[in-house]
């Protein structure tokens, strides 16, 4: 079965980047679209960045400005850099890939922002 492998989260003080990426155990067909979704305890897993197959991006407005999402369909990757970083953006950084038949999720990488 296809698994997302994650990595990049880590500590950085806030101001600092960091560059979280994405990538497929094997081979995943049909990418309708790959994304970054966030979460801290106690509230709802939030949508923070997302890339259409067709290369179309669109982000929370929280983040504008400061994120860039990057994705290679046929390698089944996907990435997230993220600048400017703020104590609000700390949270548990997934990644997830939609295809026209299924949907794939990533463990999660914990990002904290503090100094």
């Known amino acids: 079965q296809v698994q997302l492998v994650e990595s990049g989260g880590g500590l950085v003080q806030p101001g600092g980047s960091l560059r979280l990426s994405c990538a497929a155990s094997g081979s995943i067909f049909s990418i309708v679209v790959m994304g970054w979704y966030r979460q801290v305890p106690g509230k709802q897993r939030e949508l923070v960045a997302v890339?259409?197959?067709?290369?179309?991006?669109n982000y929370v407005d929280s983040v504008k400005g400061r994120f860039t999402i990057s994705g290679d369909n046929a390698k089944g990757t996907v990435s997230l850099q993220m600048n400017s970083l703020k104590p609000e953006d700390t949270a548990v950084y997934s990644c997830?890939?939609?295809?026209?038949?299924?949907?794939?999720w990533g463990q999660g990488t914990q990002v904290t922002v503090s100094s």
């Open positions: 890339v259409s197959s067709g290369g179309r991006t």
């Open positions: 997830h890939v939609a295809t026209l038949g299924r949907s794939y």
